[in-house]
């Protein structure tokens, strides 16, 4: 059934898929069975978080990015990098070298995110001191972790920051200036972010904060990197490294873990990366168990967006390189702190309209019939034997339990190999 709320990032390669039962296992909200030896995503539950992907070993699912050939639909082409780009190419490639590689390979204009990560720093600390309750205020930039609130912790959907997160508002900023400079539409200039994230796709594709996104797509790293490594040695010699105008360790610093936190100089921030850590914080926010925090940074890959599955550095060795980036380029801004002010009071940073709580539907829209159900998958779960082996193809017995109690076509108790056909 297409889903009618999210749109997705990822698909199964029905070709390549065996039926393993690997990408199953390691879901996170139980969003895959295997039928008639293929895995299958349920749209409604999906969040995009990317963990199967990861770990299919079968290369059956595929990210659905944007290629690099559709950017020439557009008069004028620009590139936002995502500051995890800047950790692909080893430790001594400079930003300035990247950003010159990508103009290089097509792009008329090449953006530095950076700069907006900086930005929306001074802007946070800005949103903080003016909305002083309730806590922990949630960041926005990792569009699975709003899926995630909007899912699993819809009660915490109103403590997400009001502010679009820095690729959205370097774009919006792009658009206007490009239009006004050559006097053309806004339509026919392209931005794309350079990504290491297929979500991305989703929140550009189904924004859930604004009618539509100032992106016009997300080029996935792995699918430009040769192209830029190519560039990147053909300049190897004669490229004067690094300009420290382009860049700071604030903005940088935003791609991995802890990067944002650290931009807006809050002592009681906390920053979470990884699936099941951001889900055991938020459980924890949800409780009440979590107190004193004011604000809370969660990325859903692990170390942040470094460790994104569009990604073709080792994650560790990424790390490192933007540490060095961070100690090299140092934590002053370069942004005017005052403009900033100026562009918040504008409500430059916020939402068109509100993120909606969307929890996971009840076993029926009829509510004696939901209670019905619930009752028989009780019964059901009581006769499997909570041995988890997913060989009915289903994650644990009770998804089984839940699927059958359902009434999914064609599945019977007897898919459970300890109770037979
Ligand atoms: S991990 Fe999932 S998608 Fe990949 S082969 Fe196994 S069942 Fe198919
Ligand atoms: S992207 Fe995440 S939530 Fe969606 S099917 Fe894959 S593992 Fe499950």
Known sequence: MPDPIFYHSIKVDEKKCIGCVVCMKVCPTKAIRIKEKKAVVNAERCIDC??????????????????????????????????????????????????????????????????????????????????????????STCPVVVRLIQRL??????????????REIAAKNLKRELSKEHKISEQDIGIFHITSCPAKMVSINKPETMEKSYLDGAISIKEIYNQLMAQLKRKEHNFILQTQSQASGIGIGWAISGGEIRGIKQDASVSVSGVYDTIRILS??????????????????????????????????????????????????????????????????????????????????????????????????????????????????????????????????????????
């Open 50 to 139: 990317g963990e199967c992907y990861r770990a299919c070993p079968y290369g059956a699912i595929t990210p659905l990015t944007t290629k690099t050939s559709d950017i020439t639909r557009f008069k004028i082409k620009v590139a936002l990098p995502s500051p995890v780009l800047y950790s692909q190419f080893g430790s001594n490639v400079m930003p300035d070298q990247i950003l010159n590689a990508l103009k290089e390979i097509g792009f008329d204009y090449v953006y530095d995110e950076a700069l907006a990560c900086e930005m929306i720093s001074i802007a946070i600390e800005e949103y903080l001191e003016r909305n002083k309750s309730p806590r922990p205020i949630i960041s």
């Open 153 to 166: 912790f819809p009660s915490l959907v109103s403590l997400i920051i009001r502010m679009e997160p820095p």
């Open 284 to 421: 924890d926010v949800e409780s009440g168990k979590i107190k004193n925090i004011e604000y809370l940074e969660c990325l859903i890959c692990p170390d942040g967006c470094i460790g994104g599955p569009l990604t073709v550095e080792n994650r560790f060795l990424a790390k490192s390189h933007i540490l060095k980036l961070i100690r090299k380029f140092g934590g002053k801004n370069r942004i005017d702190i005052s403009y900033v002010k100026q562009l918040y009071e504008k409500n430059f940073f916020s939402f068109e309209r509100n993120i909606q709580p969307k929890p996971f539907s009840p076993l029926d829209p009829d509510k004696n019939e939901a209670i019905r159900k619930l009752k028989k998958k009780e019964r059901i779960l009581k006769n499997l034997p909570g041995i988890n082996c997913g060989v009915c193809g289903a994650p644990d017995c009770e998804s089984f339990a839940e699927d059958l109690a359902k009434g999914e076509k064609d599945l019977t108790i007897g898919r459970c190999v300890f109770l037979g056909e």
